[in-house]
């Protein structure tokens, strides 16, 4: 038997069906399958598809087709004819047919399209007779097949190329329909009449003629093969080669075409289009929300000239509350299309977006996929779709995604208002959501204003400790320098507070107190709008959406990932409060603890102080002392911690930043420091110098400060294991990790941790305790930790991958820098994506890999996580899973993302393993 | 048969020889040697060696003895006493002996000794007789044996703690000896007469048995027993045990004890003693070289309160050429020294160090050893070796060490006036050698003073491009800030200039142009002297030595290095002077020349106004017109080092540094930019802010700039084919290899390879040439391209290890700032070595055999080199060799040194193979 080449569908049955995709392409088999699956059978325009097979052979054979094509089209057209009682090419009842791509891959807008084929001088008063004598709509539909077809097939699909970008077909036809519109005065297409299209048609062949050199083809199967042979050849247009480059869609998996009967929603007041949603993708409630216009193609409901009624009452807003519903207009098609909305998702086991038509009070079904939706609606119909058993609890956790889920989390600009407007300026996103408020210039002015009630944005050139408080009085901080490990956008990313950073357009005058920035000029007062998950800076209030109100449903789907997933999930968390939001989330434990930031926040004075002086001690003996003094703030804010964690693991970072980025700028706290340390201010001002860096991401920080200053270490372990002691004694269970940062040798921790065990024998006798549970263990952020990490694994009891330094190292890249290059990186392609946002899987994960492998050779018990800000990206999420991590810490507001990633990797890893 | 436990030696025979070391350890095995090898048999005093097997029984056996020791001991002795003549404990004729450790490897002063034993009330008159009636030699003989035995043996090895350092019994005896002197009105030891002798040692036995509560033993056996127990006992002192911890030296080796029949020097005018060289060791003639002391104990040789007569007219200096000669004194005992000299060169063929004794004119020889010699030395003796037939080639190579051959290449402070200076100030040693010279404050000065002939030493806050003629008139440049990596070490060390950078103590006014340390202050036109190799600084003008004169001897040493080393040796140059040098050392490449350096260096003001422009260019056109002005002097700087090395690749990296490095901070300089550009100051200094980086080692610099600003590359590249294709033009053979930096993808490189490819067709094209022979691959310095070398290496055609930026990111240290704590990290031993001194082979290393072996795993002909400073040190070179690059680079000055080292390293790998 010869093979197969042209697959029909229609009136109830069809040759293939949803798994033929290869074959017949997406669109083919979903036309297939909605006509002849026995569960559908739905009102599809009867057509046919031509199989990839034969987009490969007319390429293997010199744009030919093979010998049996001719006579099956043929056939599969007869059954069209008969389905429709309409005959191609027939003057009295004239079957109109669209040719369309349709590749195993949607490649949408890069292949060719030609409508109303079958349309010609001689079938044209059929169509008037079959439209009910709607001639303007006739010559209308045949003045766009003359454009489309000269365009699509006498022009491109044969290969001539314009001389210039005026001089194709289609813009010469365009500037001949204009010079009618401009001589008779029109100003819209809808103002041509019946007659002028009428001369518009004749004029185009003239000019088709006189351009093309060739007459256009007033013969409907003429037509037909044009139609076919335009589609093949765009296989091989410049746009589609170049976007499967980009896809990785191999050019050998060829195109299929599909023909099918042109149904018309134009053809008068029995006849309309519409789109529709078998639940509502606003908010995923399970009701049947639709749109329709009468007398209309589908291209009118996009267009937006007219306003498009709601279905039924469900459907009804405040812009189309008057309209009359399709339910109310034409109850047994409406009655028709709530069944096909059962059948679909009965089917589908999915919402549902649907297009129809009727033309002359026939129900077609033009197209039906998987509806779009925002966070909440996702969440919600999943939940839903697993109590009416349509699905599996693991199949609604792959039903949203990780960005979905993060609508959920935070306020948002809303989506149609943030498209209306331009963005005013562009800097780094570094605190998610969005958030409007009125420009203050000052952390002092932040704190009055928002006494006032007032919504905020805090402005400045950069901040620093000093500004703690005004940023939390914010709604938003906007600086115009710094990058992404910039103080603003650390401590914007740890409370979850939109923030943008490095906005360097900006031009702040504080003494002025405005705000200029692309020739504009904004006062005190004035209101903005921030993106901070985009980095874009809107002028004026633009309106808000909240979907992070308390939500059962949430609650619920988390619960359901949570039982899926394998990876745990910490957070990164330096307060009490932190730690209790995080809970709430769901987290298991905190993954990082940063002892530094303790003196950035609440009420953080006088530790800061004491810092300080720490920090510009000369000898041994005042550090001892500053250290002395310090130590009860420290224990105090770890014990909190501890206490809001009870019996969840909770890693304590000792201090990892360089130390001069706390010495302080402001000329009174300065003056202080110098008169409590008894010093002069030159000499304060000299030993701030001294510790001043060339690369200081690369100096005296982390471990480095506890091998140089072990005081400064001992401070710290005594206050973790004197916290965790009180804590025992009050019959809690507290468990500290303590943590070693920037490490590259094991000798490096076997020195702390010689330190570290004799204080613990200290606290273990000052309390009465035999033992007080906790771990000792690294960082992994230096490449040579990674490489050498079967050594360090010997002292470590565990790994915690910190892998924003591991990136910067790993790549040479400094992330306060890469401003510079990386935006020229990824539009040229040598980079996918920023290695800060998304692990660096090949590269860094490489390292990665190899620590955790190496480590786990010398300790297979060793514990090992990431608490990178890559711990909350769902991506780096599924790759920490794959290979072999025991948990993910990212930020509070971040648990819920890390956890959808982490349950979805443990299915995908699953669904593999089988 | 039992197991032997004492080994005998002397007369002409001995039980043991050399090869038995892990026996009788190394001194044992040595006076074996010395005493019974066929070819030497000489006088050494008799004696016998209880072997590390006694000490490891002693130490199983809760220190107790073998069953059969007693025995073998007493039998040795006898054999002993008979050789000697004397008996031990004999009162008429006693026999003395020192009783002393051996372990297998040399542990220097860390075990005991106990000298004179045998010497009791009852022997005392036997001695004296022996001496010819020295009654004064013979007690102060006696009390050094009480104070040492009563020390050694009846406290430390009875394990007597004193309470502190005063209570010791040595501190004890010693306060009783000095009030004896203080009662006498003595100065010296030496005013104590004979009978004063008596009385003390009266008084020590006194003090002993009221401090330790015992009686000091008069009984030459007990004495015996007690010094080898005392031996043993050491070897698990403390001193004795971390000095092991340190040097890897196993407990379980144990020590051997040599029990030695004592000679004295110190028995009249027919006694002598004196230590010589079979060669010269200050230059290495052949001449047998030494001195020697009349009555006296070697240890007067030592202490130099005698000046010692040179032993013949050979050994004559300045000081002693007024003594006799040994040689004319004791002819006959000269002649046999003479003799023994010749046989034992014969036999250990390498220059020795001898140390003897002429007792009542019976001459001893109490040691021999390999002789400690300098660099010009240690060439010369082995090359005459060589020729003697001494010795083979290779070994030649294997007798000189990469710090000898240091030596030889810079002048240095004379050894003798640098030990007797103390140093004024510290920093860090930026260029090799020593220099001293009058301080000069500014680079204008220093040229200016120059043309007067004048020693400068330029003393600067830190460098910059403007300074480099100053700086090549100076002898040394000396300065305040800046690290290893600064300005002035990069020149400096290019130049192979005496150079010590970052010299924190150092305050410099350049006003008063003075500079002030350590409470001292200096002005212009006073001395200095610098040590660049250590990084010290002296006061005054101390002598220097020149050892770095042309020198047949040292190039056919070289001929031989190079004919035995497997890896290529390749220079870094910047100039075709720096390139003619090293050809000269015999370098066969450059494996990195820095197309930045062309601006520090002569006649530079042009090139480096124009790189600046281009710098501080906004545009692509204002960077286009900079580039195009600077195209032709970039073409002629890279034409000149192609054609100094004709024929051999010169590998030319592009344009490395963060471009803010170029920056000018001088105010005529930027007036002359803004006007150049046609800018305001204000505008200026925007645009170089706008360059100023957190991190710049991570910033924008080597190929992200070419990424960027694909001109840049363009310009560079054009200049290096268009130099090779005018060479070509004039018949030479130019080799460029085109070298892109600081890679972390190989996205990077095909993005640049595809501009070097348009350019070549250009190229090929203008000249009307076939081919230009020529490279492009990449420099290795990030950590992520040795990850992803076998990525890198489908587009290079070789990689070049950049080791110091490799070193600095893999350990996330910047070198700018390890000042802060790596001298902590070294002194706690948490690092061996700085890993910028040597590489890193157990970290960085094993990022080197990844990258090296992933790259090869892709491209079989990968030429792999190393260009970071590691390329001149040792123990890289050796590590280069054996991880198998294809070649080193180093700095033309230690090209010697590299191929050396290389040479070495491939002796020892072929003798591991066999």
Redesign the interface.
Known sequence: MAKKYVYSFGGGKADGNESMKNLLGGKGANLAEMAGHKDLRLPVPPGFTLTTEVCTYYYENKRTYPKTLKEEVQKALEKVEKLMERKFGDPVNPLLVSVRSGARKSMPGMMETVLNVGLTEKTISGLVKQSGGNGRFVYDAYRRLIMMYSDVVMEKAAGIEPKDSESGIRKQLERVMDAMKEQKGYKSDIDLTETDLKVLCGQFKVKIKEVLGKEFPDDHMQQLWGGIGAVFASWNGKRAISYRRIEGIPDAWGTAVNVQTMVFGNMGSDSATGVAFSRNPGNGENGFYGEYLINAQGEDVVAGIRTPGPINEYSKSENNKDHVTLEKTMPEIYKQLCDFRTRLEKHYRDMQDIEFTIEKGRLFMLQCRVGKRNGPAAVRIAMDMVKEKLIKKEEAVMRVTPSQMDELLHPIIDPKAEAANKPLAKGLPAGPGGANGQIVFSAFDAVEQKKQGKNLILVREETNPEDVEGMRAAEAILTARG?MTSHAALVARGWGKCCIVGCASLHIDYDKKTLSVDGKTFKEGDWLTLNGTKGTVYAGKLPMMDASEENRILNDFLKICGSVKKLGIRTNADTPEDAQKALQFGAEGIGLFRTEHMFYGKNSDQALFLLRKMIVSKTKEEREKALNELFPFVKKDIKGTLQAMDGFPVVIRLLDPPLHEFVPRDAEKLQMLAQELNISMEELALRADGLH????????RGV??G??YPEVSSMQIRAILEAAAELLKEGKKPYPEVMIP?V??V??LN?QLAIAKGIYAEVLKKYGLKKIKHMFGTMI????AA??ADRLAETAQFFSFGTN?LT???????R??IG??LP??IS????PEDPFQSI?Q???G??IKMGIQRGRKTNKTLEVGICGEHGGEPRSVEFCHRIGMNYVSCSPFRVPIAKLAAAQAALKDGKKKK
Chains 1, 2 share one sequence.
């Open positions: 990058g860096e060339s690369n200081p991401m690369m100096g005296h480095r400060l091998i140089t920037v590259c040798d000798k490096e020195d952020e230096i490449p040579r490489v050498l330094d910067q190292m790993g790549f040479g890249f400094s306060d820098d510079g290059f020229d990186y040229k392609g040598i980079l660096d090949e590269g860094i490489e390292l």
